[in-house]
């Protein structure tokens, strides 16, 4: 098993329940032909992912990382533009009010010792 999905079971995180690598680098193996420091988060913002991956495919440029820190969902890409820079601060701020793990927007709070944004249902689960 990789190191980072131990870390995932460590914070009770679900393996089915995660967006991954995987998921897009057969589809889209321009996105991801940079060598990338980590690529994961919550099956509740695969939403979100998969609008970065398409941008990135239009706009033809890498996804390095894509993650979960402090909550809310981070990207970073080999290209920044102004537009680019507003079309990320806006997906990350989005992340802030969908469930990482169902993609619920009822209830969300991003709180815990190890912060995570959650729905009520999610939280109590």
């Known amino acids: 098993m990789v190191i980072f999905e131990k870390l995932l079971i460590r914070r009770k995180i679900k393996l089915d329940k995660y967006v991954r690598l ?3 680098k ?5 996105v991801f032909k940079q060598r990338m420091a980590s690529f994961g988060c919550g099956e509740g913002w695969r939403g979100l992912v998969d609008r970065l991956v398409q941008k990135a495919f239009d706009e033809n440029f890498c996804i390095l990382q894509v993650k979960e820190k402090f909550g809310l969902l981070r990207i970073y890409v080999t290209l920044y533009t102004e537009e680019l820079s507003a079309f990320i601060q806006d997906l990350e701020n989005e992340s802030s009010k969908i469930c990482e793990e169902c993609g619920s ?3 969300v709070t991003t709180m815990g010792d190890w912060l995570k944004t ?3 249902k999610c939280r109590n689960s």
């Open 118 to 120: 959650y729905c009520k």
């Open 22 to 24: 995987s998921d897009y």
């Open 105 to 107: 927007t009822d209830g």
């Open 26 to 30: 057969d589809k889209y193996p321009d």
